[in-house]
């Protein structure tokens, strides 16, 4: 079975889950898949600027997606609540867009997640409803250390509640998600 069958939504089975494999999958969706998977993390100077409504990093490896092919453009076209909306938007329509990154921890897994419109890459921690209550707390941690955020604590953007489930093997059903900064 491949980590594409297992994963179950909240009332149906994903896409990905009803179909046998992934030869029934459009060019397009592989074409996708595959540019999601490529794609690099953003600077946390870069998230930090678009928490803080700074202009952009011109270091982060995806400043031309950000930039909506407005070469001179200095500033974030979207603000940090307009992208945790897309990526919430994204995943209820289609939770195969967030693709995990190997092992769990004893509180969550983490999955790379790509704004399709921007190519803003992060990470998201995921984790079930039962954890939820002592994972959601790393969220008022990240706001008291707001001031650290980007040097010594990674860039913390939000949280999610997924409107469908991910199931990942080894971590269980997937409901909730931290969103941040790759830290390293």
């Known amino acids: 079975m491949t980590g594409h069958e297992r994963r179950i939504s909240q009332v149906t089975t994903s896409p990905s889950a009803r179909r046998p494999g992934r030869q029934q999958e459009t060019g397009h969706d592989q074409e996708d898949h595959s540019r999601r998977r490529a794609a690099q993390f953003c600077t946390l100077r870069f998230l930090l600027g678009l928490q ?10 995806n400043v031309d997606l950000h930039r909506q092919d407005q070469d001179n453009a200095t500033q974030h076209p979207i603000s940090a609540e307009d992208l945790m909306f897309s990526l919430k938007s994204q995943l209820d329509e289609d ?29 998201g921690k995921g984790t079930t409803s039962g954890l939820w209550k002592e994972v959601s707390r790393e969220a008022q941690v990240y706001q008291t250390l707001r001031r650290a955020q980007g040097s010594a604590v990674p860039v913390f953007l939000g949280t999610l509640d997924l409107a469908k489930i991910y199931f990942l093997h080894g971590a269980g059903q997937i409901r909730h998600m931290l969103i941040m900064g790759w830290g390293g």
């Open 52 to 61: 803080t409504g700074k202009s952009l990093d011109e270091l982060c490896p």
């Open 95 to 123: 939770i195969d867009r967030c693709i995990p990154l190997g092992g769990c921890g004893s509180y969550g897994a983490p999955f790379k997640l790509t704004c399709a419109k921007y190519g803003y890459t992060a990470i």
